[in-house]
């Protein structure tokens, strides 16, 4: 069971994985950092991934970086064609579930791209690829900004959002989104539209590919109370947590809603498995479109758990649960 894994039908999003030629070998064996010339940045070797996901399960990056600039993230990408080694581009880990056995190659974290410049007049919004959405989403409220208050309980980047075209309550990316800076794996730069990103239900057109968002604006309206939006966007935070387990580990929705007749979480109540258990992995109680981290879940525990829900909703209802999580490494003993 790999990325391929057909019953899953894996898509990435928030993460990206870019294939190089065969790997060299030199650098595979190395075991102390590794400083990028000309930069701040340290590759490092062996690092643990699982604190870095909401999950709290995974491997380790074989090697990581996390740049703080352009320049930086570019040079990252350099070295890893220097030294034909595959990419994994990580955001939060708020919508991802990573093997045991983790990753090969480089994984980049864009967690430290959060520049924000707020226009008070013009009510355009642009900020980094690693600004987190609920921060985004208290900002935008403290300064008069409508729009993102759907966004604050939503655990993700702007860059990772914009992928999937995240949203809640009635809200979503494309509603917003102004353009995006991508950066391609020659080091080139793009900018989309929303047009160009051919928005659709928690999708995009950068799903699949190769392509690192680095920036985004967004158009909001400018001018509002305040005191309302933060009342409003605290209301969406409440509702949120209410709703949904946020006591223990999760990534948020597992599974994408089929159609707009049957919501995921419903298909799988009604399937008799909430509470439902493989290892340290469960199915959450309070929202089954939830799988939680019981204290001591692997990723395979999670990764099976995935393939149980979806034999038994498509049994009971023929209807197919595509994963909104990103399912990343081998999965090989799963």
């Known amino acids: 069971m790999t990325l391929s894994y057909d019953p899953l039908k894996v898509a990435l999003s928030d993460t990206v994985r870019l294939s190089l030629d065969s790997p060299g070998s030199g650098i595979q064996s190395a075991t102390q950092p590794v400083h990028l010339l000309g930069t701040d940045c340290l590759i490092k070797p062996c690092v ?109 980047t702007v860059g990772g959002a914009i992928v999937m075209n995240a949203g809640a309550h009635g809200g979503c990316m494309a509603d917003y989104l102004v353009n995006a800076h991508v950066l391609l794996p020659d080091g080139t730069t793009k900018i989309l539209t929303p047009q160009d990103l051919r928005y659709r239900y928690r999708t995009s057109a ?35 947590r209410s709703t949904q387990p946020y006591h223990l580990p999760s990534c948020g929705s597992v599974f994408r809603n089929p159609n707009e007749q049957h919501k995921a979480g419903w298909l799988i109540e009604q399937a008799g498995l909430k509470g439902y258990q493989i290892g340290g992995a469960q199915i959450a109680e309070r929202h089954a479109n939830f799988i939680l981290n019981c204290g001591n879940a692997m990723a395979s525990d999670i990764f099976r758990l995935i393939h149980h829900v979806q034999q038994e909703v498509e049994q009971r209802w023929s209807l197919q649960l595509e994963p909104e999580v990103k399912i990343l490494g081998d999965f090989q003993a799963a």
């Open 206 to 240: 950068l799903q699949g590919k190769n392509w690192l968002v680095m920036q985004a604006t967004f158009q909001l309206k400018s001018g509002i109370d305040p005191a309302e939006l933060t009342r409003l966007t605290n209301q969406h935070y409440q509702h949120r």
């Open 48 to 156: 643990p991934l699982a604190s870095l996901t909401s999950f709290r399960v995974g491997g380790p990056a074989q090697w990581y970086v996390a740049p703080k600039q352009v320049s930086e993230l570019q040079a990252s990408f350099d070295w890893a064609q220097t030294h034909r080694l595959p990419v994994t581009l990580l955001g939060a880990g708020s919508n991802l579930l990573i093997s045991d056995r983790g990753l090969p190659g480089l994984v980049i974290s864009t967690r430290r791209l959060r520049q924000s410049l707020f226009d008070l007049e013009s009510g355009q919004v642009t900020v980094g690829a690693g600004e987190p959405l609920p921060r985004l989403a208290w900002q935008a409220a403290e300064r008069g900004l409508q729009g993102m208050e759907w966004a604050v309980g939503i655990p993700g």
